[in-house]
């Protein structure tokens, strides 16, 4: 069955060092996300991307952070200068459509840890 | 802006137990419901997912039903296991681009 593939699974990175976060969609779907869950909390939106553009982003997503599809199999998401309140559990999910009613499938998350 | 609410935020049963989970959202207006599992640490599994027109949607001991007009979602466990503990998120699709997720219901099935 096809899947959501997240690397790498736990990364560990200095407070304002750099990170980028990397996912392979499920090959023909168009609509790709990123989520994250803080420790103890909700998971939460953070943007949406389709045509080679963000279609939606919530509050959280700053200019600290970007996405993009570097080629035609990778999506991911870079936070320029990482702060201590950005550990958390990053997902990434895609989906075929945009529109209501469409299944999100998730990936296993990358565990982002600043020290 | 839909919120969605899981209670209660942790149980605890004894093994063979049947037990129940609850989601509840604020827009009743949803395209679709789905029941994640999430073991410490790890991320999301998929559990169910019961489409706006649809009542419940079942898989092995796991049963989940909807009432879109009363805005609430139960997860039905039948003979609880050991296995089965992990913290069961339920995540809302309102038709809007993101999923909107409760906070989870903490399952520890007791041996």
């Known amino acids: 069955e096809p899947e959501v593939t997240q690397t790498p699974s736990h990364q560990v990175t200095q407070m304002g060092q750099e990170v980028i976060l990397r996912c392979v969609p499920i090959s023909n779907h168009l609509y790709f996300y990123w989520y994250r869950q803080i420790l103890g909390q909700k998971v939460e939106f953070l943007v949406s991307f389709y045509n080679n553009e963000i279609s939606e982003k919530s509050e959280i997503f700053d200019d600290q952070f970007s996405v993009e599809r570097p080629d035609g199999s990778n999506f991911t998401l870079k936070i320029r200068s990482t702060k201590l309140e950005d550990s958390a559990m990053y997902f990434c999910?895609?989906?075929?459509?945009?529109?209501?009613?469409?299944?999100?499938?998730f990936g296993a998350g990358t565990r982002l840890s600043v020290l | 802006k839909q919120e969605v609410t899981q209670i209660p935020a942790a149980l605890s049963v004894p093994e063979g137990e049947n037990l129940v989970l609850n989601c509840s959202f604020t827009d009743s207006a949803i395209y679709n419901l789905q029941w994640f599992r999430q073991d410490p640490g790890k991320g999301l599994t998929s559990l169910l997912l019961i489409q706006s027109s649809q009542r419940e949607q079942t898989s092995g001991r796991l049963n989940a039903s909807l009432d879109k007009s009363s805005g609430r979602s139960t997860l039905y466990i039948a003979a609880s296991q050991p296995g089965d503990s992990a913290t069961y998120l339920c995540a809302v699709d309102s038709g809007n681009t993101p999923l909107v997720f409760g906070k989870g219901t903490r399952l520890s099935v007791i041996a």
């Open positions: 999910a895609s989906s075929i459509t945009g529109t209501g009613g469409n299944i999100q499938y």
